[in-house]
């Protein structure tokens, strides 16, 4: 009995060691960034296969405006541009989690690829929120499955960031550990997603009226909409500093007049 126990100790030992073994950062960044650029890619041709107007077509029907043509698959397009910044943002937020990553691990790649198929799952939710016609059930749930993808392809990234906090020392750059510069921010980005997919599913479920462009007008003003939030917080922390040194001012200029007065004057 006391050697089962020795052995299974020593076989978590192996195990959590092996989670936490070193991983090659760049291999890392360099893989993920080609499912990036390989899903990117995937949504511009089906656009070009599926959404572009036969020039029979375009006479015949539209009496040769291709414009006109065009607007017939404007929630095509709608779809292919809030999808393709949905993938952007992504890539964006991984992109700065991995710059204040110093060391990857085993542990963290796996999350990494948990996200990444996930993120591949993207082109799926744009055919669904496509395809489907308005105001019809089918719509909602198209919406539902883009919300789930979206979510773990999200949550899964803060998990990198949640696991590299539980060894920041060796795994996190300063500017991003408790406290440092960039944390909050940090946590900004990668709740962004998560929270914002949760939004719009609960949100299908409550509002009979939620509609695919309206879930890709969203897809389409969260970037402009976090850049705002980053601009009013840095803003705002000016103005903080800036009052803070105006009182510290005012306190040194208070001692240094205090200190020029006579002892009956200060007294008085």
Excluded at 57 to 68: A, M, N, P, T
Excluded at 120 to 133: K, N
Excluded at 188 to 214: D, H, M, R, W
């Amino acid at each position: 009995g006391q050697r089962d126990e020795e052995e299974e100790h020593h076989s978590l030992e192996t195990f959590t060691f092996y989670l936490s073994e070193p991983l090659s950062k760049e291999r890392v960044e360099a893989f993920s960034d080609g499912v990036y650029a390989i899903v990117a890619t995937l949504l511009i041709l089906d656009i070009c296969e599926d959404n572009v107007p036969d020039p029979r077509e375009v006479e015949e029907k539209f009496h040769g405006s291709l414009l006109e043509a065009l607007s017939e698959y404007g929630p095509n397009y709608l779809a292919y541009f809030g999808s393709f910044v949905t993938i952007g943002l992504l890539w964006f937020v991984h992109h700065s989690l991995f710059l204040y990553v110093t060391k990857a691990t085993r542990l963290m790649g796996l999350l990494n690829i948990l996200s990444l198929s996930f993120i591949g799952g993207l082109p799926l939710a744009y055919q669904l929120t496509s395809e489907f016609a308005e105001k019809s059930h089918n719509e909602i749930e198209a919406i539902q499955i883009s919300c789930v993808i979206t979510f773990f392809a999200s949550i899964f990234q803060f998990a990198i960031w949640t696991t590299a906090l539980l060894n920041e020392r060796e795994t996190l750059h300063p500017f991003a550990r408790y406290g440092g510069r960039e944390h909050a921010f940090m946590f900004a980005k990668l709740a962004l997603y998560p929270c914002v997919s949760l939004g719009a599913f609960f949100l299908t479920c409550l509002l009979s009226e939620f509609s695919t462009a309206i879930f890709h007008l969203m897809q389409i003003v969260i970037p402009f909409a976090f850049l705002a939030l980053r601009i009013f917080v840095r803003i705002s922390l000016t103005v903080v500093k800036a009052l803070m040194s105006l009182s510290r001012r005012k306190v040194v200029l208070l001692e240094e007049e205090e200190a020029c007065l006579s002892p009956t004057e200060t007294l008085s």
